[in-house]
């Protein structure tokens, strides 16, 4: 069952603006992580946050965890035209013996140049 | 240098057919996946095998069959296809356990399936 949805559907903005993504899920984690998919390529890792961490940093990318409303945010800082792409959140279950990553629904984001 | 490699990267059949879509890592990882993503862009796991042995199998038609001959290949063979199997289909793969203890995810490049 679909674990991660992602909110918005598509954003559009302006190179050098910030870009914002939230991702809501449904049971406990371990970890959730933030992938990009590039037009016709494979999902890339970008970042990783695990369920004992509220805020995480890596370059332009700031990822933030809410574990009691269940929620992500993927912040994107002075975004420029190579970070147009779909951005995925997927979640890793809690649980004994649990691996398995979720995927949602991704945010399409367009940044113009 | 490719660390997830799957072939062919375009497939386009008709209805009936039976194809196989290869997939090999080079990155020593011990899971390996397959995942399906449809047109809406949404990426559901179909199979996943850990040292060659089979422990996701989510609710995949069984004209879906997956096999692994060792550790660094997972190739996904489909029976009778139908139309709603279009789709692109990725290949993935990862260490569990590994060094964050968390399970990240390598992915290929996708093999779009087109089926008329």
């Known amino acids: 069952s679909q674990q991660g949805e992602e909110d918005p559907q598509a954003l559009s903005i302006q190179e050098g603006e910030n870009a914002t993504m939230n991702c809501s899920y449904k049971?406990?984690?371990?970890?959730l992580q933030w992938y990009r998919q590039n037009s016709g390529r494979g999902l890339v890792h970008l970042i990783l946050?695990?369920?004992?961490?509220r805020e995480k940093h890596s370059g332009r990318l700031r990822v933030t965890l809410d574990t009691s409303k269940k929620s992500s945010s993927l912040l994107i800082t002075a975004s420029r035209a190579a970070d147009t792409a779909s951005y995925f959140c997927?979640?890793?279950?809690?649980?004994?013996?649990?691996?398995?990553?979720?995927f949602g629904k991704g945010t399409k984001l367009s940044v113009i140049p | 240098d490719t660390a997830v490699s799957q072939t062919p990267k375009y497939l386009v059949t008709q209805m009936g057919n039976d194809k196989s879509i290869k997939c090999e890592q080079n990155?020593?990882?011990?899971?390996m996946y397959w995942y399906k993503q449809d047109s809406k862009k949404f990426l559901k796991i179909m199979f996943s095998?850990?040292?060659?042995?089979?422990?996701i199998n989510e609710t995949v038609p069984n004209r879906f069959s997956p096999k692994s001959p060792d550790k660094a290949h997972l190739n996904l063979h489909i029976n009778s296809l139908e139309l709603g199997d279009s789709a692109v289909y990725f290949c993935?793969?990862?260490?569990?356990?590994?060094?964050?203890?968390?399970?990240?995810?390598?992915f290929g490049a996708g093999s779009r399936l087109t089926v008329l």
């Open positions: 993935a793969s990862s260490r569990l356990g590994g060094a964050s203890g968390a399970n990240v995810l390598t």
């Open positions: 049971t406990s984690i371990n970890n």
């Open positions: 946050i695990r369920s004992n961490e």
């Open positions: 997927a979640t890793e279950r809690a649980g004994a013996g649990s691996y398995q990553l979720t």
């Open positions: 990155l020593g990882h011990d899971t």
């Open positions: 095998y850990n040292n060659k042995e089979l422990i």
